[in-house]
């Protein structure tokens, strides 16, 4: 089967750094991608990883190890409207579909 | 950014009814998804909206309880049939980033938007 799996709910304090870790089991491997989403709201995309290594895209930054099927999605300078629920998702093919792993719920305390 | 919209945005119905969702593009896009999201869960695949063909179905899920319509590139409508409590849930369209005329020089590869999504509750 097919399975992507992160930790249900972290909590850091305002200004902190968390990494929020993404373990996946797919039948096939295109790239991973990070989305956000915030309480009611739709899914918004944060990063996406073909190759290992690491992007960075401001605060947010994100790792592939594709020998360990493994990513993170790092925040860093923490603020309170980062509080959302954070998913990683995996394409495995050219074809753009995705497959949603469970979900992280970031609360960040002042 | 690209502008996705969708009726109704939420919804209650009676069990046995029937619910259509529509979503709405500014821009024509080839590729058109539909997710399902249950409370609290993660986001499931539902089919790919082909236009000028049918709809490709993910496991679980066939075309008599998820009738699905793409009569041009910027419009897609999926139906929940027959409907049951098990069918609430947060449904969404999504397409890629890249092929929408402002996002486009800007989006990453594999960069998908969403809809507001439809809130549906089922009694």
């Known amino acids: 089967g097919q399975s992507l799996e992160q930790p249900s709910e972290v909590t850091a304090v305002e200004g902190a750094i968390v990494q929020i870790n993404c373990t996946y089991q797919?039948?096939?491997?295109?790239?991973l991608s990070w989305y956000q989403q915030h309480d009611g709201g739709a899914p918004t995309f944060l990063s996406y990883n073909a190759l290992d290594g690491l992007e960075e895209t401001g605060r947010f930054s994100s790792f592939l190890s594709r020998s360990d099927s493994y990513g993170y999605l790092l925040l860093q300078e923490l603020q309170m409207k980062d509080s959302a629920s954070y998913f990683c998702a995996v394409s495995q093919d050219s074809s753009y579909k995705l497959i949603f792993g469970s979900g992280t719920r970031l609360l960040v305390r002042p | 950014s690209a502008v996705i919209s969708q009726k109704p945005s939420r919804d209650i119905c009676q069990r046995g009814t029937s619910l259509t969702i529509q979503c709405q593009v500014d821009?024509?896009?080839?590729?058109m998804f539909w997710y399902r999201q249950q409370p609290g869960q993660s986001l499931t695949l539902i089919a790919t909206a082909n236009q000028g063909s049918e709809a490709t179905y993910e496991s679980g899920f066939v075309i008599d309880k998820f009738p699905i319509s793409r009569p041009n590139l910027t419009f897609s409508t999926l139906t929940v049939s027959n409907m049951s409590p098990e069918d609430s849930s947060i449904y969404l369209c999504s397409t890629i980033g890249t092929e929408h005329r402002l996002a486009g020089a800007t989006s990453s590869y594999n960069e998908q938007f969403f809809g507001p999504g439809t809130r549906l509750t089922v009694l």
């Open positions: 821009s024509q896009v080839t590729m």
């Open positions: 797919t039948s096939g491997f295109y790239g």
